[in-house]
């Protein structure tokens, strides 16, 4: 099986950049559409919880005076008794409000049970323009039918998208005649209330939300002649609740007729009267009078708490009262038909953004990609939570900020995969023609124009082909070149082996380098020496031409300081080795065809050896010095210098 097939990099690498970042955010859009399929209930979790954040964030501080929020707290209940308080005290709490002037009073309460006092608490309420509560159940398994569900809508059929509920809790028949909204929510997966259905199909009935009640209530509107129906345009919600006799309100609701709860306003933007305080006449009437007063049990061990954008432990009663004032408003949270569309168009913007960064490469894309990576998820939740807070729109984030972050890591890590394969390619190119130290210097750090050198002790070889010329001369370029090709790859494989590195091919020689001026180097080189000499007797086997010379080598080695770095502009760089040490290695191997010896050391080298097993051949003042060296050879030289001519 092909390797590349299983290497996404390399992959990419054949096909090109371009197409590769294409195909990635393909492959990347495939996997966000899959992952949303899969895991689409925790991610909506996610999408929601952020989403509706910059309600607590951001909210709105202006004092809800419309709606006055009579709690049954803790104060009340060490006051008055625990709940459920006897009816004549609920009636007698009623009467308080219709005195202090209240237009409508709304009880977020259910009565299931029958009590003394029915009578009395009826005519209270009724006497307060009151609306009570009854809950459908929603996703409920277990049959419950607890009292009579009255005051459906008149002339309104169960829509398929409305949801719809077979057990409910409701009001004892006692008070069968006082008008009713449900209370019904879903709750999230994540415990949170985040959405409330205005109207509930209960047995081929359809019942309004306590919120929606009261609105008409207090409009005095009948409870007939609301449609549900799906108003065209971008903009437009999925369905719209509209009322014939009070066409300005038209109700946004979602797919599944759903009314998204407005948390917008802070909870302190809602009053909370403390139920006890009415009833002992501790409140000024003045700040009753003419608004609506929601009843509702708000004390913490009654259970009666929710979890929201603002805490996790709000009173349900707030809920409703969240609902009344955003249906007073007009200003209600909802997701448009566009945005779907908005969001894939975000998605392009996105992978457009990112497709330029990776094409520009460099500093750019480097920097860019991580960046990206962390400001488009940041951005696309902004945007949202900006149309939400200006237009009452929820546009949706995490999709768009999923893909963004997804696509930036990637791509960044293949730019960076490509950044990584093509400094190795060039560090391999350039280690073909420079030591390894130099090509990985060249490969990963920015050139200068400086003088970049260090003094280091090495250990130095020279070698060099005896007649090459002369034997280039008569044979044709291309066999000159395959000769000298083969010499230098083995005498590469030679010199490695034995812990050295070639430094650099000049012509038909070369000179080669160990780190360090002691023994070990010294003999490492003498090794290698010895090992080119018999290479090259069997490297090159058969007569010569007519009327040349054999081809031989010459080889000097040295040890001492040198000074190693690159040098020139910074455009135009070039590596060099300088200093006596090489010097004189170069000419000590010119020797060699002087003095016949094909392996010639310098004194320092020599003396690293303490001169075991070598010859001295005399002092010598090479070419270019002034000051003469002791040379030396190899004792076993003696009969091979018999038999092999060297001709300088």
């Known amino acids: 099986m092909n390797s590349v097939g299983l290497d996404p990099l390399a992959y990419s690498l054949r096909i090109g950049p371009g197409l590769s970042r294409l195909v990635l955010l393909l492959a990347l859009a495939l996997s966000m559409g899959l992952l949303w399929l899969l895991a689409g209930a925790g991610l909506r979790q996610l999408e929601e919880r952020l989403g509706a954040q910059v309600w607590s964030l951001l909210p709105e501080q202006e004092l809800e005076q419309r709606i006055n929020i009579i709690a049954i707290d803790e104060k009340s209940l060490a006051e008055i008794g625990p709940w459920p ?8 709490l009623a009467d308080k409000l219709s005195q202090a002037g209240v237009s409508q009073q709304i009880y977020d309460i259910v009565f299931p049970e029958r009590r003394p006092g029915d009578g009395q608490l009826v005519r209270s309420l009724r006497q307060g323009n009151a609306l009570i509560a009854q809950i459908p159940l929603l996703n409920s398994a277990e049959p419950l039918r607890a009292g009579s569900m009255t005051h459906p ?53 359809v019942y309004p939300s306590l919120a929606l009640a009261a609105v008409l209530q207090a409009a005095g509107i009948e409870r007939t002649g609301i449609r549900l129906e799906a108003e065209p345009g971008l903009l437009a919600p999925s369905w719209t609740l509209s009322l014939e006799a009070y066409p300005g309100l038209k109700i946004p609701l979602d797919a599944e007729a759903n009314l998204r709860v407005p948390y917008q306003q802070a909870p302190a933007a809602f009053q909370y009267i403390p139920a006890a305080d009415v009833l002992h006449d501790r409140i000024d009437p003045a700040l009753l009078r003419g608004s609506w007063a929601l009843v509702g049990v708000t004390a913490f061990g009654l259970g009666d708490l929710v ?105 960044g890590l293949l730019e960076h995969g490509y950044t990584r394969t093509e400094r190795q390619r060039l560090f391999t190119n350039l280690s073909s023609y420079l030591p390894a130290e130099v090509a990985r210097d060249i490969a990963y750090n920015q050139p ?56 650099e091919y000049r012509g038909d020689a070369l000179l080669a380098c160990w780190p360090g001026a002691e023994a070990e180097a010294a003999e490492a080189a003498l090794d290698a020496a010895r090992q080119l000499q018999d290479m090259v007797q069997g490297l090159f086997v058969g007569a010569p031409p007519p009327g040349l010379e054999p081809l031989a080598l010459g080889v000097g080695i040295e040890q001492g300081p040198v000074l190693v770095g690159s040098l020139g502009p910074a455009h135009r760089r070039a590596h060099s080795m300088l200093g006596d040490t090489l010097t004189i290695v170069l000419r000590i191997e010119k020797l060699t065809a002087d003095l016949a010896q094909p392996i010639l050391l310098g004194e320092s080298a020599a003396a690293s050896l303490q001169y075991q097993g070598l010859q001295s051949q005399g002092s010598y003042l090479l070419d270019g010095l002034r000051t003469p060296h002791q040379l030396y050879a190899p004792a076993q030289q003696e009969a091979t210098g018999q038999h092999l001519r060297l001709v300088s």
Request: proline share 8%.
């Open 448 to 503: 200068s124009g400086s003088l970049e050198a260090e003094r280091r002790q090495m250990t130095l070889l020279c070698a060099d082909l005896r007649n090459f010329a002369a034997y280039g001369e008569s044979r044709p370029p291309e066999e000159s070149a395959a000769l000298l090709h083969g010499f230098f790859i083995r005498a590469a494989e030679i010199i490695e082996a034995q812990g050295g590195g070639i430094q």
């Open 153 to 205: 809508l008149s002339g309104t059929r169960c829509h398929p998208a409305l949801p719809i509920s077979a057990n409910y809790l409701a009001s004892h028949q006692s008070l069968g005649e006082l008008p009713k909204g449900h209370i019904a929510a879903p709750v999230d997966a994540d415990g949170r209330v985040s959405r409330q259905p205005p109207l509930v199909c209960v047995e081929g009935q």
């Open 307 to 411: 979890v929201t954008p603002h805490g996790s432990r709000t009173p349900g009663v707030e809920l409703q009262a969240r609902l009344m004032a955003g249906l007073l408003d007009a200003r209600l949270p909802y997701s448009p038909r566009l945005a779907p569309l908005y969001q894939l168009l975000l998605g392009l913007c996105y992978a457009g953004l990112l497709w330029g960064l990776a094409a520009r490469r460099g500093r750019l894309a480097a920097w860019g990609l991580p960046l990206a990576a962390l400001l488009l998820p940041l951005t696309a939740l902004l945007l949202h939570w900006q149309a939400l807070l200006s237009a009452q729109l929820w546009l949706g984030w995490l999709a768009p900020a999923g893909f963004g972050l997804l696509a930036a890591t990637a791509l």
């Open 85 to 92: 308080w006897p009816r004549q005290t609920l009636a007698r």
